[in-house]
């Protein structure tokens, strides 16, 4: 098991980078911590594959954001996901959302408090959405969702067809989801995503993993605004208060693609919503 | 699976970076560790396909203690993003965790990077002999359009005299690549016959890792180099047996 270094950063605030025992392997937990005591908790679910990387500057902004505000936050990298180990054919929604728990469980001895919230960027918002009941969380916001599941899994076989546009390569409609159905993998961009994942998103909504009537943020960027009003008529549904924000800019997911083709692309615009993002869930999850 | 690993906050110029330490479970030499240094992105040492990761945590199941770092403003290190030029490594986030590491008992370092990780290892060489090494995933060479970088070029014949170990590594026809075969014969050629100097090159795209398939076969191999390049058993077979050399 591995040990974690504790050290301030920057003035008044306080860092921590741990592996927490998970049943998958240890889970790598990044911890972010007020000065005094915290009037609440979030952990953040990030999404997966190159979009983690593309998010993560936005999620590190957030946290301190929160911190700022007097919040603990949490973020942590699936099993098998970046520093945490672990069998990447493991890696499913179920274990997900169960390696979520565990670093809510530890941000919670961290931070000595019951009152949390929720974010989730792309199929993270499927791990946030899930966690909520579990954890009894107060607010959930939920970044560049996917209504479904099996929606996300789709959109990577599309990504992985344009790269295939790229090198030349041409196949039939629906050729990489029928290879991930005969148990092969998909290999994107230098990622494997593995048969086990595929079929654990194949009947999951976010909505669906909600407990109920419970805030919700849904932050999307320009061009996906049939995703925000499908999840925003879903939710309303479940009697949940509902803030949509649509961005001005569009968020652009596997840049690695579009960086072949823009050396000079820019990150997502997610960080210039993080501090919104802080806000809304500071006045909702504040104990 | 190295499972010892120990999460670091350590000093370099004056910020607080992030680096994860991997001890070798078995080790086979005291003294060395080796440094792995990413590409210089905002995810810091999980971009790339936590391939970097990877190639730490096979470093150190081979016997070799290693240290992967965030650079300055990236991951889980603090502060602005930096802004990356060419020529202009970051040999503090560099020294930093070569400090560290001598505070632990260290004392000779192979660095391992990609390509501007790559590119900082290389002009990390001169003026600091305690570098016994450096791998060179996809490393930038050229300084500008159309000629070899100087500190490049450098820091390449400081290498080769001093008897550093080098291993350049690249995917055919990789933009990186490209840059290294145009530099050759603007000086880089004679540079190259240095003993201590391997080059290789892979069938297949190298930089940023996007290929699935290759990632293995490269971490292989640089464990394998050094093996040699640590051991000093340079009559070892080559490194690469399937794989076409320049």
């Given at each position: 098991m591995g040990r974690g270094g504790l050290a301030p950063v920057a003035f008044g605030r306080r860092r921590l980078a741990e592996w927490v025992a998970a049943p998958g392997g240890p889970v790598m937990c990044y911890t972010h911590l007020p000065?005094?005591?915290?009037?609440g908790a979030v952990v953040v679910c990030s999404p997966l594959f190159l979009e983690a990387s593309e998010n993560a500057r936005a999620e590190l902004v957030l946290a301190e954001a929160l911190v700022d505000l007097g919040f603990a936050a949490q973020r942590f990298d699936y099993r098998?996901?970046?520093?945490s180990f672990g069998?990447?054919?493991?890696?499913?929604l179920e274990t997900a959302t169960l390696d979520c728990l565990l670093a809510a469980a530890r941000l919670r001895e961290h931070a000595?408090?019951?009152a949390l919230g929720l974010v989730g960027t792309r199929w993270g918002a499927l791990v946030a959405a899930g966690a909520c009941g579990p954890l009894g969380a107060r607010a959930v916001a939920l970044w560049?969702?996917?209504?479904?599941?099996q929606a996300y899994v789709d959109e990577l076989a599309r990504t992985q067809a344009f790269y295939d546009l790229w090198r030349d390569e041409r196949h039939p409609a629906g050729y990489h989801q029928q290879r991930l159905a005969a148990g092969h993998p998909l290999k994107l961009l230098g990622w494997r995503i593995y048969p086990a994942f595929a079929a654990s998103c194949s009947d999951e909504y976010v909505a669906g993993r909600l407990p109920g009537a419970i805030p919700t943020r849904l932050v999307h960027g320009r061009g996906r605004e049939a995703d925000s009003e499908r999840l925003t008529a879903e939710l309303a549904t479940l009697g949940c208060p509902v803030t949509a924000c649509v961005l001005d800019e569009r968020v652009l997911w596997w840049a690695g693609v579009n960086r072949l083709l823009h050396p000079d692309h820019a990150p997502p615009p997610l960080e210039a919503e993080a501090g919104a993002t802080a806000r809304w869930l500071a006045e909702r999850v504040a104990q | 699976m190295s499972v010892a690993e120990r999460a670091v906050f350590f000093p370099a110029a004056g910020e607080t970076l992030f680096g994860v330490f991997a001890p070798a479970?078995?080790?086979?030499?005291?003294?060395l560790a080796v440094v792995v240094l990413p590409e210089a992105?905002?995810?810091?040492?999980?971009?790339?396909?936590?391939v970097m990761v990877h190639l730490a945590r096979a470093v150190a199941d081979a016997g070799y203690a290693s240290f992967r770092l965030d650079y300055?403003?990236?991951?889980?290190?603090?502060?602005?993003?930096p802004v990356v030029l060419r020529d202009h490594p970051f040999l503090d986030d560099v020294d930093g965790a070569i400090e560290w590491l001598r505070a632990q008992g260290y004392r000779r370092f192979v660095l391992a990077g990609s390509c501007f990780g790559a590119h900082t290892a290389l002009l990390?060489?001169?003026?600091?002999?305690?570098?016994h090494g450096v791998a060179l995933l996809s490393c930038l060479i050229?300084?500008?359009?159309?000629r070899a970088s100087q500190p490049v070029l450098a820091s390449v014949a400081e290498a080769g005299e001093r008897g550093v170990e080098v291993l350049f590594c690249f995917g055919r026809g990789d933009p990186n690549h490209v840059e290294f075969e145009a530099a050759r014969p603007l000086g880089l050629d004679p540079l190259?016959?240095?003993?201590t100097i391997d080059v290789e090159v892979l069938d297949g795209p190298l930089h940023s890792f996007v290929d699935a398939d290759l990632q293995p076969r490269v971490i292989d191999m640089v464990v394998r180099w050094l093996a040699r390049a640590v051991d000093g058993?340079?009559?070892?077979?080559?490194?690469?047996?399937s794989w076409t050399s320049s």
């Open positions: 000065a005094g005591p915290a009037r098998s996901c970046g520093n069998d990447p054919q493991e890696l499913t000595g408090t019951d560049e969702a996917k209504p479904h599941a | 479970e078995r080790p086979r030499t005291a003294d992105i905002p995810a810091g040492m999980r971009g790339e396909n936590a300055h403003g990236t991951g889980e290190s603090p502060g602005p993003l990390a060489v001169p003026g600091r002999p305690h570098v050229a300084g500008g359009h159309d190259l016959a240095a003993p058993r340079r009559t070892l077979a080559p490194v690469t047996e």
